[in-house]
């Protein structure tokens, strides 16, 4: 579904990803994980549109790169910030609304704003401003405004990041209900490995820009150099 090869993002001298290759399958839960500066929110901007680069990333067989960022949401790639992203005055239903009007190909349809709405468990704070809700449903929003889209694949930079256990656990749920119960593909950028071993069938890991190994998350959280370079100061 997403075919990611030979891709290259340099920052001036700066090589932030590396003739990366790799491939999500339609329906997959895909993890990436590395340490900080991997280049891992880069590799979320390339596929979104932001940035030009070297390579090639086809989606449903059809190249993305060098198209603008609305148009490649237009396509089905919808994705999620790793510092949440909203819209502090306006209300969670508009927000979602939002999301639904300039994302979907089917235009605005109140009945998949409420449906978002119930899923993402939000339909009781729908009047609320976005600025007032705290980082759980801040998180919550974000994914929901990002899901109004339609998408087909849902890009999560880091969603557990800052949240508790109980938190964690809330997300986790949603994730895998957004993988099963919409049928969205995932891609989740994460740290916790706990979370992404019991959440993904595919995990990515990289560092400075490069792939380490690619696999069974099982297998990929054996891998020595995964022990050495990134699980040795990432234990929870
Ligand atoms: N717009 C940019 N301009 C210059 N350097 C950048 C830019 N975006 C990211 N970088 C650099 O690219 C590297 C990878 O960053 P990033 O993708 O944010 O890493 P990660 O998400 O894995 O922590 C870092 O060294 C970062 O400073
Ligand atoms: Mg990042």
Known sequence: MLNVTNVTKKFGELTA???LSFEVAKGQVFGIAG??????????NLITGLYSFEGS??????????LAPHKIA????????QIPQTFPSLSVAKSVGVGNHFGSKDGFEQD???????????ADKQDAMAGQLNLLDKKMLMIGAAL??????????EPMAGSNAKEIL?????????????????????????????LTEQLLIIETGS??????????????????????????
Do not use: W
Request: glycine share 4%; with cysteine; charged share 25%.
């Open 17 to 19: 990803v590396d003739d």
């Open 35 to 44: 340490p900080n500066g991997a280049g891992k929110s880069t590799l979320y």
């Open 57 to 66: 990333i086809l989606f449903n067989k059809r190249e993305i790169s060098n």
């Open 74 to 81: 237009n396509m089905g790639i919808a994705r999620t910030f």
């Open 112 to 122: 998949y704003v409420d449906h978002i709405l119930e899923f993402t468990d939000l």
């Open 148 to 157: 109004a889209t339609k998408p087909e694949i849902l890009m999560l930079d």
């Open 170 to 198: 809330k997300l986790m749920d949603l994730i895998q209900r957004i993988n099963r119960e919409l049928n969205v593909t995932i891609i989740i950028i994460e740290h916790f490995m706990k979370v992404l071993t019991e």
């Open 211 to 236: 792939q380490i190994c690619c696999g069974d998350p099982a297998e990929v959280t054996c891998d020595s150099r995964v022990i050495e370079s990134y699980l040795g100061d990432n234990l929870d």
